[in-house]
């Protein structure tokens, strides 16, 4: 069993998301690869796929959306999972689904959708971003809840061994 770990991600954080689901699954003994979402230019050598994407503005980010264009007959034909990274603050907000994550559901055949709460850094946004937030009156900080994806990434495990 291979399987594919990738996201897109706009500062790192989502990025940081799809690492830790990686080394989870790793540790339950299953052969992963997670790669930036940039860098796949296929997926016929994986046997599972799980996707990830940031959200802002309620939508995934175009990498990831493209991404399920080009793959999505080859990802309906495997176990695939998908997880959006985007709320922040405490409860994190906002708690609605992203606008396109049932059509990514639907596309991909996914076996699951979950959303994990997101990082807000000013140091890493420009001044447009910085400008939205501020207006927004977003807080910043680091709102991922690292238990919560490595369980997540643990009940993928169990499912693709006992498959």
Not at 39 to 67: C, H, M, N, R
């Amino acid at each position: 069993m291979r399987v594919l770990v990738t996201a897109a991600s706009k500062h790192g954080a989502t990025a940081e998301i799809a690492e830790v689901i990686g080394d989870q699954l790793t540790k339950s003994d299953i052969d992963v690869i997670v790669m930036p979402i940039g860098d796949v230019t296929a997926i016929d050598e994986y046997d599972a796929v799980v996707l990830g994407s940031a959200v802002y503005a309620g939508q995934w980010l175009a990498p990831a959306k493209d991404f399920v264009r080009a793959h999505a007959a080859e990802m309906a034909t495997r176990p695939v999972w998908l997880f959006s990274s985007g709320p922040i603050g405490d409860p994190p907000k906002p708690g609605d689904d992203p606008v396109d994550a049932a059509a990514m559901v639907s596309a991909t055949a996914a076996r699951a959708h979950v959303i994990f709460a997101g990082k807000l850094d000013r140091s890493a946004l420009g001044f447009a971003e910085k400008a939205i937030t501020l207006a927004l009156r977003a807080p910043y900080g680091d709102f991922r809840q690292w238990d919560v994806i490595r369980s997540w990434a643990s009940g993928i495990a169990l499912t693709l061994q006992t498959s």
